[in-house]
């Protein structure tokens, strides 16, 4: 079965410094895709950054970068340069199964609450 | 601009009464998808579809029923036999339903049962 962990329930960061939120998987497929999302407060699920399971490289987004460790299976987003506005709750969640298929829903993890401090 | 539209925002229900969130799309999406997030929990799935007049349950479909008569609509009904309604519920939509696709979600609508 597939299944996504995020082992920190809440961190804290200061405005201005990076921050690295933990994600790790658990898949039996070859070809899988990565995905991060941020839900403010409002409660919309936002869209970050994807990483598929046969990128070589680290993907990046603007200050949004993944860790991708394939082998240990872990999939870790840094923000770099915190703001303000980055407090929200983060979602790991991974699509699996056959990419041709019909099971390419996305599995979710419980989240990440980030506080940025001024 | 495009996206996709949950009505209501906020909905109360007694015990023993259907209700039914709406969800429109203007992004031209095959793919739709229902997720419900309670609190402290990430989102399970509860039904999607990928093409018009066709859907498929999800992890947690009991209790809950859905239509997609049009590629922009896919409506949720909560039916009286869902024991434990009160969540967060939110809909999404792809280009289609694997690979890279990114899924885009609506502003989410919450039902209270009082």
């Known amino acids: 079965a597939q299944k996504i962990t995020q082992t920190q329930p809440g961190m804290f960061v200061q405005e201005k410094e990076a921050v690295t939120l933990d994600c790790t998987y658990d898949t039996s497929d070859q070809s899988y895709g990565l995905f991060w999302y941020k839900q403010p407060s409002s409660g919309e699920m936002i869209f970050l950054i994807y990483q598929g399971s046969y990128d070589e490289q680290n993907a990046t987004e603007g200050r949004y970068s993944l860790n991708f460790q394939k082998a240990r299976k872990s999939t870790n987003l840094v923000i770099s340069a915190s703001q303000l506005g980055d407090s929200a709750m983060y979602f790991c969640a991974m699509r699996g199964g056959d990419y041709g298929g019909s099971q390419g829903n996305l599995i979710f993890g419980k989240g990440t609450k980030l506080s940025v401090k001024p | 601009d495009g996206g996709i539209t949950q009505s209501p925002k906020y909905l109360f229900r007694k015990e023993g009464q259907n209700v039914t969130l709406s969800c429109e799309q203007n992004l031209n999406h095959d793919a739709m998808y229902w997720y419900r997030q309670d609190p402290g929990q990430g989102l399970r799935l509860i039904y999607y579809?990928?093409?018009?007049?066709?859907?498929q349950k999800g992890d947690i479909a009991e209790g809950y029923s859905v239509s997609r008569e049009k590629k922009e609509s896919f409506p949720l009904t909560v039916t009286s036999a869902q024991k434990n309604p009160t969540a967060f519920y939110l809909c999404?939509?792809?280009?289609?339903?694997?690979?890279?696709?990114?899924?885009?979600f609506g502003a989410g609508s919450r039902l209270t049962v009082l």
């Open positions: 999404a939509s792809s280009p289609y339903s694997s690979g890279a696709n990114v899924l885009t």
């Open positions: 579809s990928q093409i018009v007049n066709d859907f």
